[in-house]
């Protein structure tokens, strides 16, 4: 009898891996960025199995309603649905000898981290009694704003600086 | 509960993905995209030893990388749209001078 965790983890796995390859497989852009919320939904789902209902939240917010809304925008102003197909004249590391190589690397890493990952004997997950001090919102707040305070705010820094940096390279060059 | 080791295969799996689609894609856009399952697939990765050890480190390290992944998508994106003024196309394979 597979357990509802079970059950819930291959679909969610099932569901992130799918979106994923539509990310990829298919050139328009618009339908690309759709996947990828629906992929970004699905490991939102991975991290509620994993007691992690903070970074569930944030991944859909963040991740899903923020920065693909930007990829959104984008598309939209640039206006390019369809991406060109491969010039037939490029050689090296661009023609489709390159492509293979990539495409056949992507595989080798794939099978070795499976390989190694297989071959690890990791028992099960620390005692369910931690699933509260590990899905506290409270203790996440408290480590991030004492320990890791510094980090916080070198992040505001950088996402300042992005915001910034951001506006100067997108404006209209007079 | 599922073991460790499904959450890092499934993670593996989804970092190999966006890697492919690095290599393989000839749009600007659906590379940034590539490299943000990337970053979620290591977001998955950091959850799930976080959770394996009882840790809120992890969910602390994924919420410092969705920042800077917002960061980066921010800057990239404004990257693409002064590249597009250039040359009205998003292939990579129009961008290989440094300077025009």
């Keep these: 009898m597979v357990s509802m965790d079970t059950l819930a983890f291959y679909v969610f796995a099932a569901i992130a891996v799918i979106a994923s390859l539509g990310v990829i497989g298919q050139g328009n852009p618009m339908h690309s960025i759709m996947l990828l919320i629906g992929s970004f939904g699905a490991l939102a789902g991975l991290y509620i199995l994993l007691d992690a209902p903070f970074t569930a939240v944030t991944q859909i917010i963040v991740y899903a309603g923020a920065i693909m809304v930007l990829f959104l925008f984008v598309v939209m102003l640039l206006n390019v649905p369809r991406e060109e197909p491969a010039p037939v004249t490029a050689g090296g590391l661009l023609g489709p000898a390159g492509f293979k190589l990539g495409a056949g690397l992507s595989v080798l890493l794939a099978i070795e981290v499976i390989w190694g990952l297989s071959r690890l004997g990791i028992a099960g997950f620390a005692q369910d009694a931690d699933a509260a001090t590990v899905s506290s919102v409270a203790r996440i707040g408290n480590e991030l704003f004492t320990q890791h305070a510094f980090a916080f705010e070198a992040t505001s820094i950088l996402i300042l600086v992005a915001m910034v940096g951001a506006v100067v390279l997108a404006r209209r060059e007079h | ?100």
């Design chain 2, 1 to 100: 509960m599922v073991p460790l080791n499904y959450y890092l295969i499934l993670s593996g799996v989804l970092f190999s993905i966006g890697t492919a689609g690095v290599f393989l894609r000839r749009n600007l856009i659906t590379v940034l995209l590539s490299i943000e399952i990337m970053l979620n697939a290591v977001n998955l990765t950091f959850v799930a030893v976080g959770r394996y050890l009882g840790s809120v480190d992890g969910q602390i390290i994924t919420f410092f990388v969705m920042t800077v992944a917002a960061a980066e998508a921010a800057v990239g994106l404004a990257l693409v749209i002064a590249l597009f003024r250039h040359r009205e196309t998003l292939s990579p394979d129009a961008y290989t001078s440094l300077k025009w």
